[in-house]
């Protein structure tokens, strides 16, 4: 058990020695406050009750043995069991807690369940004898140094305000559910990733029976404040630190809110828990907001951001750099940079196709099909140009009862912190009005919470077949940020101006075969095949 959950303590009204008779008589002295705390003891988890924890008046339960049945918004039974005798389970002592409101007592089961799951993952052995390790099914996929990182940055309020002040971002949301108070009005709300607790906030606005705030940073002490800071509102909301695949809650919830997209939608793989609290607390045709999220692709052409990328390795064309030729790191240096995806706000002008698009269903698609995503690309173009690769943007759905709200990111949209990502090609394609454009756009999740990318474009010219191809890394992009500019010079650029890039290119390919250019040299180009 982690270093911080060896002691959680809870101050409770009164607790009473449940009888034979079905009275109860009260423990301790009405004038000292009781608490209730959970901890370890050599090695034992217990539960015990009493004034404080220099006294030795104390009521002591083994964790394992209790059971916690709630009996009414402030009160609730523990029961510790003995042992089996004739294979049926007998029951040593139970007893009555009166908590100060119901707000306090839900608290105390979230903490009794999650303790109680602590216990079952460490102490109990399974059938076959061997012993569980405490490890979640989020560390099993994730390697821990970046899920550190990932909950030590989304733990600080810098960067929690970087997405506040995203006024499409939040403004959306509350739209989303102001609008649609009909959905929430009542219901018992989970809010996954909860942050700072805003979206939380908002679900009680609009009238939520309780929103249970599940956040794994440190960023749920701050929730926790906030919304303490809200008074009219914090006696309907918990939050709950720990992991969507970890906590156990009292209740199933009427309806999830999260905000889980990241780069290109599936960055940072947080929809897989999105996912995950759908199947683990969500109630049968329950609400998810969002429900619906679309991936959309189009092929872009934009000399400018080419020449950029392929102008950085030119510093490794250096033959007598101190004395030192670079040369033999030329290649490397070309095919890391194009390694990246590109994040910026660009133009819509600069595609040369109409959009297709990916649709992901919240509300149905399996935690699985997110590790791998196939997307076939076929676009005609619409104009004379070369093609520089792929240009990328999503938006999610929250399909209310009453108003349907979209958040978009696509470029010529109010700009939000997503921006929009673009796979540039090492090397471009020519194209011709209406001519077709075929490929392939393939992501593969990875332990580092993003995916790999694989790129496929292709393009007939007269017989010959064009294929450009590129492996990025979703994880490492280059944020170049900048907002969108006219284009329109650029464009009359010729190609002889440019890159020299018109010699034939084979491709090699990866370990996993997929196919990948080689890095070229300054006289290397297009890969083209005969039909």
Not at 98 to 107: A, G, H, I, L, P
Not at 282 to 293: A, D, E, H, S, T
Not at 458 to 479: C, F, H, I, N, R
Request: hydrophobic content about 40%.
């Amino acid at each position: 058990m982690e270093e911080n959950k060896k002691q959680q303590q809870f101050l409770v009204l009164s607790v009473s020695e449940l009888t034979s008779s079905s009275s109860s008589t009260s423990l301790f002295a009405k004038t000292e406050p009781v608490f209730a705390r959970f901890g370890l003891d050599s090695g034992s988890t217990e539960l015990r009750f009493g004034p404080d924890t220099e006294s030795s008046d104390v009521i002591v339960f083994n964790l394992p043995t209790c059971q916690l049945f709630k009996v009414g918004p402030a009160e609730s039974l523990c029961i510790s069991e003995a042992s089996e005798a004739n294979k049926e389970k007998t029951y040593s002592r139970g007893i009555s807690i009166q908590f100060r409101n119901e707000e306090e007592s839900r608290t105390f089961h979230c903490a009794f369940e999650q303790w109680k799951k602590e216990v079952v993952v460490q102490e109990c052995p399974l059938i076959n004898g061997a012993v569980s390790t405490s490890k979640s099914k989020f560390d099993d996929k994730i390697e821990a140094s970046s899920a550190k990182m990932y909950f030590h940055y989304y733990g600080q309020l810098l960067h929690q305000q970087n997405m506040l002040q995203d006024f499409v971002r939040t403004g959306t949301y509350y739209s989303a559910v102001i609008e649609n108070r009909a959905d929430f009005l009542g219901r018992v709300v989970v809010d996954v990733g909860a942050g700072s607790g805003i979206l939380s906030l908002f679900a009680a606005q609009a009238g939520a029976k309780h929103v249970y705030a599940i956040e794994a940073s440190e960023m749920a002490d701050y929730a926790r404040k906030l919304i303490a800071g809200n008074p009219s509102l914090n006696e309907r909301i918990t939050v709950i630190k720990g992991k969507v695949e970890d906590v156990e809650l009292p209740e199933k919830a009427d309806i999830l809110i999260s905000e889980p997209m990241g780069t290109l939608l599936v960055n940072e793989r947080m929809l897989e828990s999105y996912v995950i609290a759908r199947d683990r607390f969500l109630v049968q045709n329950g609400k998810m907001f969002p429900g619906v999220g679309r991936i959309h692709m189009a092929p872009f052409s934009d000399e400018f951001l080419y020449m950029e990328i392929a102008n950085k390795a030119t510093f490794w064309q250096q033959q007598n750099y101190f004395g030192v030729d670079l040369t033999a790191l030329h290649g490397s240096a070309y095919q890391g940079y194009f390694s990246q995806p590109v994040v910026d706000a660009f133009d819509p002008r600069l595609l040369v196709a109409p959009a297709v698009s990916h649709v992901i269903n919240f509300s149905s698609v399996k935690e699985e099909d997110l590790y791998e995503i196939d997307i076939p690309l076929r676009f005609l173009s619409t104009v004379s140009t070369r093609i520089h690769g792929l240009a990328c943007w999503f938006d999610v759905l929250f399909n209310g009862s009453t108003v349907q709200r979209w958040l978009t990111t696509a470029p010529g949209a109010p700009t939000t912190h997503w921006y929009q990502l673009r796979c540039v090609l090492p090397q471009p394609l020519y194209v011709m009005p209406g001519q077709e454009i075929t490929g392939r756009l393939h992501l593969v999740a990875h332990k580092a919470q993003s995916y790999t990318i694989y790129l496929t474009l292709s393009a007939l010219v007269g017989d010959m077949l064009q294929t450009s191809s590129v492996k990025l890394d979703l994880k490492e992009p280059y944020y170049r940020m900048s907002q969108p500019q006219a284009y329109s010079s650029a464009q009359d650029q010729q190609p002889n101006q440019l890159l020299q890039t018109q010699d034939m290119q084979f491709p090699s390919r990866d370990e996993d075969g997929s196919v990948l250019m080689q890095p070229p040299s300054p006289t290397s180009g297009l890969e083209l095949h005969s039909l």
